[in-house]
T-cell receptor, first 114, second 108 residues
Framework: GAVVSQHPSRVICKSGTSVKIECRSL??????MFWYRQFPKQSLMLMAT?????????EQGVEKDKFLINHASLTLSTLTVTSAHPEDSSFYIC??????????FGSGTRLTVV | GIQVEQSPPDLILQEGANSTLRCNFS?????LQWFHQNPWGQLINLFY???GTKQNGRLSATTVATERYSLLYISSSQTTDSGVYFC??????????FGQGTRLTINP
């Protein structure tokens, strides 16, 4: 089956610092990846669509200068939370589409900003 | 945009019971998927089901696209079935729109 690897699984950082989250498709190529945010006991909200070799498409209300997305290869997309604040604490999940298995999700990154 | 509503929001059952989870969507969709999110946050793709019925072991799903709803059936529930079940609709541009989920708790 399709595997999407996401790292780190958990990170704690200080306010004002930046954090990078990696999302890799291990056994398939993904020209498009998606980044979601999930607050406790809530659903997943799409933040942005990451496109290999071009700029990401952000959903309304998501600050593109705060959540930097880079999709430099067909197997890697990164999300950098810049100048993190406690309200950015959340569970971040990436996904990619496999031609046979459909949407496949990474295991998520739990970010805590202190 | 499309709205996706799930019911019930919470469901508590004893091991061995059967359950039906419902997903309504407000507009025609390209496709619909069901996911299970385990207690550690991992999302598992259960069904990719634009219409008709599919079965995988104790789980089955039915989507009636003309009436804009989908049902997920879980038979002979096990404690490992606990977690949150999401349905998500796909409407253009490959974007998934998630429902609010059904939190299922299976007690031994």
């Amino acid at each position: 089956g399709a595997v999407v690897s996401q790292h780190p699984s958990r990170v704690i950082c200080k306010s004002g610092t930046s954090v990078k989250i990696e999302c890799r498709s291990l056994d398939f190529q993904a020209t498009t990846m998606f980044w979601y945010r999930q607050f406790p006991k809530q659903s997943l909200m799409l933040m942005a669509t990451s496109n290999e070799g071009s700029k990401a498409t952000y959903e309304q209300g998501v600050e593109k200068d705060k959540f930097l997305i880079n999709h430099a290869s067909l197997t890697l997309s990164t999300l950098t939370v810049t100048s993190a604040h406690p309200e950015d604490s959340s569970f971040y999940i990436c996904s990619a589409i496999h031609w046979r298995y459909g949407y496949t999700f990474g295991s998520g990154t739990r970010l805590t900003v202190v | 945009g499309i709205q996706v509503e799930q019911s019930p929001p919470d469901l508590i059952l004893q091991e061995g019971a059967n359950s039906t989870l419902r997903c309504n969507f407000s507009d025609s969709v390209n496709n619909l998927q069901w996911f299970h999110q385990n207690p550690w946050g991992q999302l598992i793709n259960l069904f990719y089901i634009p219409s008709g019925t599919k079965q995988n072991g104790r789980l089955s799903a039915t989507t009636v696209a003309t009436e804009r709803y989908s049902l997920l059936y879980i038979s002979s529930s096990q404690t490992t079935d606990s977690g949150v079940y999401f349905c998500a609709a796909i409407q253009g541009a490959q974007k998934l729109v998630f429902g609010q989920g059904t939190r299922l708790t299976i007690n031994p």
